[in-house]
C-alpha cells in the first residue's frame, strides 16, 4: 500500500464546475499538507500549505485537511480552463519537514 | 518565492554516459533537494543537497550513480552517471527558504536515454 493514494483521473468537467481533489494517506505524523500544480512541461507550482487539520482558502481555492480520517481536499470553485492541469497532493511528518510524500496527481480538464 | 533555473530543460543521452543538471536559484536558500519524476508515479526525493558537506541520500539512492555538489547558498549540481534506459525521467530540483516554509520547484530536466 502507497504512503499517500491519489485518483489519477483524468477529471474532465464544464468550465464554472466546482471541482473537488482528494487524497488519502496512511501516515499519522504527516503534519503539513500542500497541493501543487504541474501544467505540461512545468515544474509543480505551490497551491496551499496547511499545517494539522482544518481548512484554508485562497481566491477559488480550498484546502481541507482532517487527520482523523487521513483525508486531504483541494476544492477549486468557478473552475476554468487554464485550472487544466494536473493536481498533485504532498504531505511531510514535522519530525522530517523537508522530505515530501506525494501523490501520483490526478489529471483535470475543464472544458470551455 | 525563489526564481529557480535549471539547466538544461531537456536532454537526449547515451546508455553508458553522463549528464550533469544544474540548479541556479536567485536568492539564498536553506535547503535545495533533488527528486525524480517517472512517468506514472509520483516524484521521489532523490537527496538533500547540504551545503559544504555531502548530500544526504533517500533509500535505494546512492552518491556513485547520483553526486550532488552544493558549493553555496544559491547552486547545485546532481550528476546521473552511467545512465542506462531506465535512469529516463524528470529530474526536478526545489529550494526551501526557511523553517516551516514550503517546498518550491524548478520546471525540471526532462532526461531520456537512448
Known sequence: ?112 | SAVISQKPSRDICQRGTSLTIQCQVDSQVTMMFWYRQQPGQSLTLIATANQGSEATYESGFVIDKFPISRPNLTFSTLTVSNMSPEDSSIYLCSVRSGNNQPQHFGDGTRLSIL
Do not use: H
Request: one cysteine or more; glycine letters at 8%; hydrophobic letters at 30%.
Open chain 1, 1 to 112: 500500500q502507497k504512503e499517500v493514494e491519489q485518483d489519477p483521473g483524468p477529471l474532465s468537467v464544464p468550465e464554472g464546475a466546482i471541482v473537488s481533489l482528494n487524497c488519502t494517506y496512511s501516515n499519522s505524523a504527516f503534519q503539513y499538507f500542500m497541493w501543487y500544480r504541474q501544467y505540461s512541461r512545468k515544474g509543480p507550482e505551490l497551491l496551499m500549505y496547511t499545517y494539522s487539520s482544518g481548512n484554508k482558502e485562497d481566491g477559488r481555492f480550498t484546502a481541507q485537511v482532517d487527520k482523523s480520517s487521513k483525508y486531504i481536499s483541494l476544492f477549486i470553485r468557478d473552475s476554468q480552463p487554464s485550472d487544466s492541469a494536473t493536481y498533485l497532493c504532498a504531505m511531510s511528518e514535522a519530525s522530517s519537514g523537508d522530505k515530501l510524500t506525494f501523490g501520483t496527481g490526478t489529471r483535470l480538464a475543464v472544458r470551455p
